[in-house]
């Protein structure tokens, strides 16, 4: 039996809590064309967003690959942190699509770590990688993310997860000394609280109080703005940021056994890397009694590209098998 194929062109979508990033890719041995960039909060439905967008091209896509940043339900799925929900085939009949498949955006990017190219990513720990050994790829925006790649010959297989919402507590006297703070707001502190656009403001909030600084509201842009200008709040809320950062990536390691790297992505990593301590993020991440031997061994990289998530999505589109998701139960149809 021939595997399932897609047929071309393909729409393809990065579809955050906060913005939809639209490409398209002509035939599998071209890349993609990024076509707009949309805010998730200026149409009603994906639908609505979508169209805008392909009625403006020559010629229509005949399928669609979506990554959503949110759990899927088969051929369904809803953004975690914004109002769109997705359902494959009502958006093939209404795109007059012949075919399409959703992915969790953590799939697109562990997809996207078999076809980056070396100028997409900087290494912070070189360490010695497994040829063939699990690759892990998580990481802060709108919320958190993390999705494992794992190779078997030349069939790969995508493991998506809802990371973000593990719980997280301190391990320092520094952490100590916040935890409070947050947790006056926050009952519950999770991966996504403080790791994400939002954490980001949460964790100034608590710097800035617990070291009697009145801070005004800011956003995570803010924040890392200042911080970069040298503000003492957003400054000492950096430090604690990456702290934080390489103990939960170093954490995940060990889960995922990843020993072919662990790849940070999302939009906050690479904004703040000139703040990146790396002795500091060496020592958190491989420092995780009695494994330090393994962590010592798995490289730590942080992904630079903007497009990631598409480079994710064509080579999925071009080779569904090679991803494990030639999956009839996951591809929808007008």
């Not at 990593?269 to 962590?295: G, N, Q, Y």
Request: glycine share 10%; aromatic share 6%; hydrophobic share 45%.
């Amino acid at each position: 039996m021939r595997p399932p194929s897609i047929a071309y062109p393909v729409l393809i979508a990065d579809i955050g809590g906060t913005n939809c990033r639209l490409s398209i890719v002509e035939d599998p041995d071209r890349p993609h064309r990024h076509l707009a960039r949309i805010g998730t909060g200026s149409f009603m439905t994906a639908e609505e967003a979508f169209e805008s967008v392909v009625a403006t091209l020559p010629q229509r896509p005949l399928s669609a690959l979506l990554a959503v940043a949110g759990p899927l339900e088969g051929r369904t799925a809803q953004l975690t942190n914004a109002s769109w929900s997705f359902d494959g085939p009502r958006i093939a009949e209404a795109l007059g699509l012949r075919q399409g498949l959703l992915v969790n955006d953590f799939e697109a990017l562990a997809a996207s770590l078999a076809v980056l190219r070396p100028g997409d990513v900087e290494t912070l720990i070189a360490g010695e990688p497994e040829a063939g050994g699990v690759r892990l790829v998580l990481g802060p925006g709108t919320g958190f993310g993390a999705s494992a790649l794992l190779t078997h010959g030349e069939r790969g297989f995508l493991i998506p997860t809802e990371c973000g919402h593990i719980g997280l507590g301190p391990e320092d006297p520094a952490e100590q000394r916040i935890w409070p703070a947050l947790m006056a707001k926050e009952p519950r502190v999770t991966v996504e609280t403080l790791l994400s656009g939002d954490g980001l403001v949460r964790l100034h909030k608590a710097v800035a109080a617990t070291s009697g600084m009145l801070e005004p509201d800011v956003s995570a842009a803010d924040i890392s703005r200042l911080a970069l200008d040298g503000n003492p709040a957003a400054l000492m809320t950096a430090v604690c940021f990456w702290r934080l950062l390489a103990r939960v990536a170093g954490d995940l390691a060990l889960a995922f056994k990843a020993t072919g790297g662990v790849f940070i992505a999302g939009g906050i990593a690479p904004h703040l890397m000139p703040l990146a301590d790396r002795a500091t993020i060496r020592s958190v991440f491989s420092s995780k009694p009695p494994m330090e031997e393994l962590m010592a061994r798995i490289p730590l990289h942080v992904v630079t590209a903007q497009d990631a998530a598409e480079q994710g999505l064509a080579a999925i589109a071009a080779h569904l098998q090679r991803f494990g998701l030639d999956d009839p139960k996951r591809l929808w149809f007008g």
